[in-house]
């Protein structure tokens, strides 16, 4: 079909800016390549590997580094950052440590004494607390309203609290986190979306760790980044051994064990 002057020109026009988009893209080096839709049978598939990995370690030994976000009654995002280490020798053994800019705290279990250890103000308690870790953490949290979101992957469980309230999952793609190789996954329950990346290979386990909180304004984040990842821990790990001018107190006494400055509004308000 022969076509008119305005037509061919039209033509000609888009044409030429196809094939200088074309040009452009690939002196730039940039591509765009279509990717298969997440899927979120891949998603649960790939958080169960790495928990049945986790849950057969025996013995465990991580550095982490950890941010928590607040909002200001202005609006303003602050961001609180902390580093830390964690010993864990199933069934009962726990040795925790976190050092920020307000506090330097330390927790040991041996599988009857729980202490807490607050190095700053030389003070610690001690509480009665026998059985496994897995009801240390869930003592800690119900009865003394002791909450650390990492603390789900030390649990035997940790795939069914990962997934408990869990309403959508997404496999994302493949991201990389400290220059290590990961499997990024998405996943949202009511009130939080949470994202984690997986370290791909023969050891599925978990690099970055992102909770956001829907349900107070400004969407605040906790983020915790495990740096290294060892199944060794050394034999006195967990026997406490306070320093001689330490002072015993009570565990309601022991003032400045979080992870925020005193008088920081964490929560914010509820939207």
């Given amino acids: ?96 440590v976190r050092t920020g800019g307000y506090s330097d705290i330390e927790l040991v279990f041996d599988g009857k004494m729980l202490t807490i250890n607050n190095k700053d103000s030389k003070s610690y308690a001690q509480v009665d607390v026998p059985g496994s870790t897995d009801q240390l953490i869930d003592t800690l949290r119900e009865k003394h309203a002791i909450v650390a979101p990492g603390a789900d992957f030390l649990l035997s469980g940790v795939f069914n609290v990962l997934t408990a309230d869990v309403i959508n999952s997404k496999h994302i793609g493949v991201g990389v986190v400290d220059g290590v190789e990961c499997e990024h996954l998405a996943f949202r329950n009511l009130d939080t979306d949470w994202q984690i990346w997986i370290e791909t290979g023969a050891r599925p386990i978990p690099r970055k760790y992102v909770i956001t909180n829907k349900g107070v304004v400004g969407a605040p984040q906790y983020t915790l980044r495990i740096k290294e990842w060892r199944t060794a821990v050394s034999a006195d790990a967990f026997t406490f051994k306070p320093a001689q001018d330490a002072k015993k107190v009570a565990l309601e006494a022991l003032a400045d064990i979080d992870e925020l400055p005193p008088g920081t509004l964490a929560a914010g308000d509820k939207k």
């Fill in 1 to 96: 079909m022969k076509m008119t002057g305005i037509a061919s020109n039209s033509t000609r026009q888009i044409m030429w800016r196809t094939i200088l988009t074309l040009c452009v893209i690939v002196a730039s080096g940039v591509f765009f390549i279509p990717r298969p839709q997440a899927q979120s049978d891949d998603a649960t598939k790939i958080l169960k590997t790495m928990s049945d990995y986790i849950a057969g370690q025996k013995s465990i030994s991580l550095t982490f580094d950890a941010d928590i976000e607040v909002i200001t009654s202005e609006m303003q995002k602050i961001q609180f950052t902390s580093s830390g280490q964690v010993e864990l020798n199933r069934p009962d053994k726990l040795r925790a």
